[in-house]
C-alpha cells in the first residue's frame, strides 16, 4: 500500500494564480481531510469528507474548494492564490470519522 | 467549540532523561485522544490512542492516560533517545462535531547526546 500521496511536494506560485493539490489514498477510507500547517499554529482543518460526493468546510475554508468523485482522490483547489495561502499542506485519510487519521507526506506551497 | 492545549516547547532534554508533555483539552462530547509525531520534512503519523476515559495508550516507550476528570492526556517516556526528537501533536475527534480533529498547537522535542 502506498498510504496518502500527495503532490506535488513543492510549488510557488504568483498571486493571482490557481492550482489543484492532488491527494489520493489506497486504503479504502472513507473519511479524507485537507489541513494547512503554520508556524506555531499546529494543524486546521481546511474542508473534509465523508464519503464520495460528500463534503464539507473545515475552520479555514476561504480561498480553497474541492471535491470527491471517488473513494481514493480529494482534490484541494486554490481559485486565486494570494501570500497568506503560503504554508504547508497536508491530507489525510481515516477508516471512519473520528479514527486516527493517515497523513500524506505534505506539500509546502509559496505564494509570492 | 472545542479546543486542545499543549505544553509550549521547543523542549530540549539530554539521552536518557525522563519526559513529560502537558495536554488538556475542551470537548463537548466524550472524545477520542490522540497523539501524532511529525519528523522532520514529514507527515504526522500516529503515535498512540485512547478512545474513553482511563484508557491507556502506548506505543515505542511512550504513554498517555485518558483523564476525564482533569481533562488531560499527558505523554510520557521514562527514558528518550536522540531519535525521539521530533515535533510531539496532540489532538481529540469529537463525533458529536462530525469527527472532526482538533490539534494541539505542538511541541518540538530535541534530544542531545
Known amino acids: 500500500n502506498a498510504g496518502v500521496t500527495q503532490t506535488p511536494k513543492f510549488q510557488v506560485l504568483k498571486t493571482g494564480q490557481s492550482m489543484t493539490l492532488q491527494c489520493a489514498q489506497d486504503m479504502n477510507h472513507e473519511y479524507m481531510s485537507w489541513y494547512r500547517q503554520d508556524p506555531g499554529m499546529g494543524l486546521r482543518l481546511i474542508h473534509y469528507s465523508v464519503g464520495a460526493g460528500i463534503t464539507d468546510q473545515g475552520e479555514v475554508p476561504n480561498g480553497y474548494n474541492v471535491s470527491r468523485s471517488t473513494t481514493e482522490d480529494f482534490p484541494l483547489r486554490l481559485l486565486s492564490a494570494a501570500p497568506s495561502q503560503t504554508s504547508v499542506y497536508f491530507c489525510?485519510?481515516?477508516?471512519?470519522?473520528?479514527?486516527?487519521?493517515?497523513f500524506g507526506p505534505g506539500t509546502r506551497l509559496t505564494v509570492t | 467549540g472545542n479546543s486542545v492545549t499543549q505544553m509550549e516547547g521547543p523542549v530540549t532534554l539530554s539521552e536518557e532523561a525522563f519526559l513529560t508533555i502537558n495536554c488538556t483539552y475542551t470537548a463537548t462530547g466524550y472524545p477520542s485522544l490522540f497523539w501524532y509525531v511529525q519528523y522532520p520534512g514529514e507527515g504526522l503519523q500516529l503515535l498512540l490512542k485512547?478512545?474513553?476515559?482511563?484508557d491507556k495508550g502506548s506505543n515505542k516507550g511512550f504513554e498517555a492516560t485518558y483523564r476525564k476528570e482533569t481533562t488531560s492526556f499527558h505523554l510520557e517516556k521514562g527514558s528518550v533517545q536522540v531519535s525521539d526528537s521530533a515535533v510531539y501533536f496532540c489532538?481529540?475527534?469529537?463525533?458529536?462535531?462530525?469527527?472532526?480533529?482538533?490539534f494541539g498547537d505542538g511541541t518540538t522535542l530535541t534530544v542531545k547526546p
Open positions: 485512547a478512545t474513553k476515559a482511563d
Open positions: 489532538a481529540l475527534s469529537d463525533q458529536a462535531n462530525a469527527g472532526k480533529s482538533t
Open positions: 489525510a485519510s481515516s477508516y471512519l470519522r473520528g479514527r486516527e487519521q493517515y
